[in-house]
């Protein structure tokens, strides 16, 4: 029996299916942050999803890392955000944003005022970053002060509540990918000499303080956090992967979040079963599923929901054509962070026509 169409609870809602959207940049946002109306059409369009993650968006000005990526700093972005939101509301789906501070992953032609990007140390990542005039090497970032960390911290706060006043369901903190939670977590991009280095516990402090105050703004039941141990990219590399993530989902209890979000690229170690059996709240497995690996995940008790990224990005009507088993669309490499429409709104729905 299928488990994919029955509900499942994630924190305060009742999802109508196991099928969630993965956090996905688009880059359908102006030099500003602030979304363009496509962005709402392409929300909307995914509103089937049990539960929509969006793409990472930057509490701060100095965590954007991307060209064209969209913040929750200012009241401009608050208010497209807020046409987003009510659009997948009216079309009877849910939406978290993920917060996103890509700390080292940056650029200073990125940044305000060509700042030095910041991270836990200063620590240059190995490769190049597109900055909108070609790759560029990445640069060596700035350290932290202790006092930056706590005023970092607050951004988070202040994007969870601007998220909740912008009509979002809930945030997703994105602890993955190499970005600045991560870097803070991974032994080799932090080598701090303070309470936020150096042991397990210091390493995981950050992740920790900046979930504490997502959770006093939102309340447990409406944060959720992705990680992706041993995901090889960013030029991220933690010594003791198990033992850092077994520490981490250890210390989540406490906060009672809506969900735990694992997306595994080609980790040694099955994660899953390691982490699921430590966290108390829903499980979301997330990176390379099919409709049947999804099926199977959930039969056997591995996950409580399933994360999918391409096949959403290609197919507004995922859910309906897992229903009925019909062909999926590919998604088109060359459009997932060009400016337009193109390959962002006008993927065709099973009618055959464009879901514009
Ligand atoms: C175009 C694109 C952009 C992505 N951007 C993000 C992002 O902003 N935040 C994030 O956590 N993951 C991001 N990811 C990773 C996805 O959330 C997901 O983990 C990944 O695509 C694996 O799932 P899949 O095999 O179902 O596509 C992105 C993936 C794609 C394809």
Known sequence: ???????????????????VMAPMTRSRSDDDGVPSDLVVTYYAQRAGAGLIISEGVFPSAMGKGYVRTPGIATDAQVAVWKKVTEAVHAKG?????????????????????????????AIK???????????????????????????VIDDYRMATRRALEAGFDGVELHAASGYLPEQFLSSASNQRQDQYGGSVENRARFVLEVLAAMVAEAGGDRVGIKISPEMNFNDIVDANPQETYSYLVEQLHGFNLAYLHVALFGAKVDYHALLRPRFNGAYLMGSGLDQQSAEAALANGRADATVFGGAFLANPDLPERFRQGSPLNTPDKNTFYSPGPQGYTDYPLLSGLSAN
């Open 1 to 19: 029996m299928s488990q994919l169409f029955t509900p499942v609870q994630i924190g305060r809602y009742t999802l109508p299916n196991r099928l």
């Open 93 to 121: 789906g849910r939406i978290f944003m993920q917060v996103m501070h890509c700390g080292r992953i940056s650029h200073p032609s990125l940044l305000p005022n060509e700042a030095q990007p910041v991270a836990p140390s």
């Open 125 to 151: 990542p190995a490769g190049q970053t597109w900055t909108g005039s070609g790759m560029q090497a990445f640069v060596t970032p700035r350290a932290l002060s202790l006092d930056e960390i706590a005023g």
